[in-house]
């Protein structure tokens, strides 16, 4: 008699597939959020839409519908309020998954793109002025496009528009150069833009040690399906960045198979 109260416990094959699916895109969107600071207002609407379905049970229209309107404000403060967070969650979603990337291939195919590739010398010539830079510790930041479209990075800096060549990248790096601050873009075999604004990360479980160009650069890479690689100012290391990740390169040669097997497609 108490299971007819609560109409919604008498379940069906279907609502068992639609609880669990949605519970599954609760878990995936939470599992998205948990760095950022738009978590406690997830889980805040999630519990008024659960009062909201106890409410609808116990046939309380007045209070049914005060949390109705509740959480349509709600969704449209988190839009607003949190417009960054929510266009990060999807780029990262259009970027990290396997149909986000087969959707952008097949895009671009239709479209007429190509993705830009880098060839074997162009690969030495980068890797070779990233020794060098970090034998001297010169800092630098250079961003290797693939399939995404980065202009509104590339109108954040200045034109170059040159061949890719190992001198010209430490001289743009140069401490003293004035386009030394700020991502050098890599585009196909053409360095197109230097002294780049790129977008900062706002995860919280970075390393300590990581400075502003390592910030930049899992920012860059967790929106965008582009490669990164940090020269530090201050230790010379060089990290190698792709999905949102940075990784310490031991060697030279490391370098080189990270970036051959990237630009070859082979990730």
């Known amino acids: 008699m108490l299971l007819d109260i609560f109409g919604f416990l008498k379940f069906s094959f279907t609502d068992v597939l639609d609880i669990l699916l949605v519970a599954l895109i609760i878990y995936l969107v939470f599992r998205w959020i948990q760095d950022s600071s738009v978590v406690n207002i997830f889980i805040a609407i999630i519990a008024i839409f659960i009062l909201k379905v106890a ?3 116990l046939k309380m229209k007045l209070m049914s519908a005060l949390l109705a309107t509740f959480i349509d404000v709600g969704v449209i403060a988190l839009i607003v309020i ?8 999807l ?14 291939a097949i895009m671009n195919k239709f479209l007429g793109r190509e993705e830009h590739q880098v060839d074997s010398s162009d690969v030495n010539e980068i890797t070779e002025a990233c020794r060098t830079m970090s034998e001297q510790k ?36 140069f401490k003293n150069s004035p386009l030394h601050d700020g991502a050098m873009i890599i585009s196909g075999r053409r360095i197109e ?47 190698f960045g792709r999905n949102g990740n940075l990784q310490s390169i031991s060697n030279i040669n490391e370098l080189k198979l990270l970036l051959g097997s990237s630009l070859s497609g082979n990730e």
């Open 82 to 89: 949190f417009q960054p967070e929510i266009r990060h969650f």
């Open 55 to 57: 409410a609808d049970a």
């Open 138 to 173: 010169t800092g630098a930041l250079i961003v290797l496009t693939h399939s995404n479209n980065l202009n509104s990075v590339v109108e954040t800096g200045d034109r170059i528009d040159a061949n890719i060549n190992r001198r010209l990248i430490m001289n743009l790096f």
């Open 193 to 239: 833009a230097a002294r780049c604004t790129l977008p900062i990360t706002s995860r919280q479980d970075i390393p300590a040690s990581y400075g502003m160009r390592h910030k930049a650069a899992i920012g860059i890479t967790e929106e965008t399906d582009a490669d990164v690689i940090v020269v530090s100012e201050e230790t010379g290391d060089i990290s």
């Open 91 to 104: 780029m990262r979603l259009g970027n990290g998954t396997s149909l986000g990337r087969k959707g952008r």
